[in-house]
T-cell receptor, first 114, second 113 residues
Framework: AQSVTQPDIHITVSEGASLELRCNYSYGATPYLFWYVQSPGQGLQLLLK??????LVQGIKGFEAEFKRSQSSFNLRKPSVHWSDAAEYFCAVANGGATNKLIFGTGTLLAVQP | NAGVTQTPKFQVLKTGQSMTLQCAQD?????MSWYRQDPGMGLRLIHYSVGAGITDQGEVPNGYNVSRSTTEDFPLRLLSAAPSQTSVYFC????????????FGPGTRLTVL
């Protein structure tokens, strides 16, 4: 069965520092991968997605992610974190390639120190 | 476009009560889904629909019922609420089932006492 693992439950970074959030997936074929962000009390906003092609994907708000098939990973990065980036981040994979049936990781809660 | 809308935003029920969570989208999307979000568990798929009149079960369908009579609406029914159904519920919609973004609504926070 497909699955998504986000090993870090909670991460704290200083404002201006770089950020990397880890995501590992389990899927036999080429996965469709997503990163969503959820601010407190809000819905989910898509940051970026990977379907095929260039393995380095650019998203909104200065985020990027790199698909590494050999490591079954899709880590999210940002070179310089802003206080407004404090939120919960979810990695997801399309179940059987169906984007209407997403399998989510358990999320990583990001705190930003001034 | 309003996107995906959900009502109510908050709801408190007593065990055994029934209610319907409403979801509507104005983007003419064929695909709609319901997820529940619980602490430490991420989001899990409850039911989904691939078009009017067509629904199917997701990962955690027990205790929930859905129907899809129009393209725009996809209500989620709790027939007899249980405390285990205390959660935040999100509706999502998308144009296709592949290579397309799913757009999420703002969520409904449900508490069952």
């Amino acid at each position: 069965a497909q699955s998504v693992t986000q090993p870090d439950i909670h991460i704290t970074v200083s404002e201006g520092a770089s950020l990397e959030l880890r995501c590992n997936y389990s899927y036999g074929a080429t996965p469709y991968l997503f990163w969503y962000v959820q601010s407190p009390g809000q819905g989910l906003q898509l940051l970026l997605k990977y379907f095929s092609g260039d393995t380095l994907v650019q998203g909104i708000k200065g985020f990027e992610a790199e698909f590494k098939r050999s490591q079954s990973s899709f880590n999210l990065r940002k070179p310089s974190v802003h206080w407004s980036d404090a939120a919960e981040y979810f990695c997801a994979v399309a179940n059987g390639g169906a984007t209407n049936k997403l399998i989510f990781g358990t999320g990583t809660l990001l705190a930003v120190q001034p | 476009n309003a996107g995906v809308t959900q009502t109510p935003k908050f709801q408190v029920l007593k065990t055994g009560q029934s209610m319907t969570l409403q979801c509507a989208q104005d983007m003419n999307h064929e695909y709609m889904s319901w997820y529940r979000q619980d602490p430490g568990m991420g989001l899990r798929l409850i039911h989904y629909s691939v078009g009017a009149g067509i629904t199917d079960q997701g990962e955690v369908p027990n205790g929930y019922n859905v129907s899809r009579s129009t393209t725009e609406d996809f209500p989620l029914r709790l027939l007899s609420a249980a405390p285990s159904q205390t959660s935040v519920y999100f509706c999502a919609s998308g144009r296709t089932r592949s290579t397309d973004t799913q757009y999420f609504g703002p969520g409904t926070r449900l508490t069952v006492l």
